[in-house]
């Protein structure tokens, strides 16, 4: 039986130098995926995976246990915050603060649960890279529009308006793909 994140963090915090290995083996792979969201050239991700582990390994210390997945999301914040760090210095985060079109019809929702999970990564995969990167951070990192305008440099309503655009972009594959399956 795999240890729980709170023995985990209690054997890291007791000292356990064996525990720093287990927390990488354990949320390595989890790390990249988040990196990979974000910044599309594998070894690139690698460079920002192994930095963010650097920072978490440091500062794990200071990690507060707030119930299981707690430590998971900050691995995840932490990594996502590096590729951040990352895309800004090579001048990858590009945003408009056009408006998507007001007088655009809304459609019915989409029915996400119909589409299958490694479907929907791959959709989000294809988005523009800016999209892509405030899908990743407002659904996965869990931050906040204001979140992500403070972090990215940006105003809260550029992030909701690439949020908007990234949403009518997904919905629209994914009806494509639900009428391709017959759905």
Do not use: C
Not at 42 to 54: K, M, N
Not at 82 to 110: G, K, V, Y
Request: charged share 30%.
């Amino acid at each position: 039986m795999q240890e729980t994140e709170r023995q985990l963090v209690e054997a890291i915090h007791a000292g356990e130098r064996e525990a720093l290995r287990r927390l990488y083996e354990r949320y390595s792979r989890y790390a990249m995926g988040v990196s990979l969201r974000i910044v599309p050239e594998r070894e690139d991700a690698l460079d920002i995976v192994q930095d963010a582990f650097v920072s978490i390994l440091t500062t794990i210390g200071s990690f507060e246990y707030r119930g299981e997945g707690s430590l998971r999301n900050w691995v995840a914040r932490i990594t996502t915050h590096r590729a951040l760090d990352w895309m800004r210095s090579h001048d990858r985060l590009l945003f408009s603060d056009q408006l998507p079109d007001e007088t655009a019809e809304e459609e019915d929702e989409t029915p996400l649960e119909e589409v299958p999970p490694d479907i929907l990564s791959g959709m989000i995969d294809r988005l523009p890279e800016t999209s892509k990167t405030i899908v990743t951070l407002h659904a996965f990192g869990q931050m906040s529009h204001k979140e992500i305008a403070r972090k990215l440099g940006i105003s809260a309503k550029t992030s909701m308006s690439q949020f908007s655009r990234a949403r009518r972009l997904l919905e629209m594959m994914m009806k494509e793909y639900l009428n391709s399956q017959g759905i």
